[in-house]
Nanobody, 122 residues
Framework: KVQLVESGGGSVEAGGSLRLYCAAS????????MAWFRQAPGKEREGVAV???????NYADFAKGRFTISKDNGQTTLYLQMNSLKPEDAAMYYC????????????????WGQGTQVTVTS
C-alpha cells in the first residue's frame, strides 16, 4: 500500500529557508499527482503546491516565487524548497498523493503523510 513520510521540518528565522522531503513507498510517483498542503492552528487546511505526472507544477498565490515543488530522478521522493519564509508560513506541512486524469488533472488526494512541523520566528 501507499505510504508517505515527511521530514525536513524545523524552526527557522524569518527570511530563511527549509527543504521538506516526502518519501514514498508502495509505488513510484511518475503516474500520480503529488502535493503539499499545510494547516496552521485555527485555520483551514490549504494547498501549497501540486505537481502532476507530467511534472507540471501549480502553486498557491502565497507560494509563487518563494516555494518550489519537485521530484527526484527516481520518482520516489517529493521535495518542497521554501525560501524567504515568513511567520505566517508556520504550519504543519503534509505530503499527499492521488490519481492524475487527463480531464480533471489533480483533484483527489487519497494518501497522506503524518506531517512535518515548520516554525518561523520573527
Amino acid at each position: 500500500k501507499v505510504q508517505l513520510v515527511e521530514s525536513g521540518g524545523g524552526s527557522v528565522e524569518a527570511g530563511g529557508s527549509l527543504r521538506l522531503y516526502c518519501a514514498a513507498s508502495g509505488y513510484t510517483l511518475g503516474n500520480y499527482c503529488m502535493a503539499w498542503f499545510r494547516q496552521a492552528p485555527g485555520k483551514e487546511r490549504e494547498g501549497v503546491a501540486v505537481i502532476d505526472s507530467r511534472d507540471m507544477a501549480n502553486y498557491a498565490d502565497f507560494a509563487k516565487g518563494r516555494f518550489t515543488i519537485s521530484k527526484d530522478n527516481g520518482q520516489t521522493t517529493l521535495y518542497l524548497q521554501m525560501n524567504s519564509l515568513k511567520p505566517e508560513d508556520a504550519a504543519m506541512y503534509y505530503c499527499a498523493s492521488g490519481p492524475f486524469t487527463m480531464v480533471r488533472g489533480c483533484q483527489e488526494f487519497n494518501a497522506w503523510g503524518q506531517g512535518t512541523q515548520v516554525t518561523v520566528t520573527s
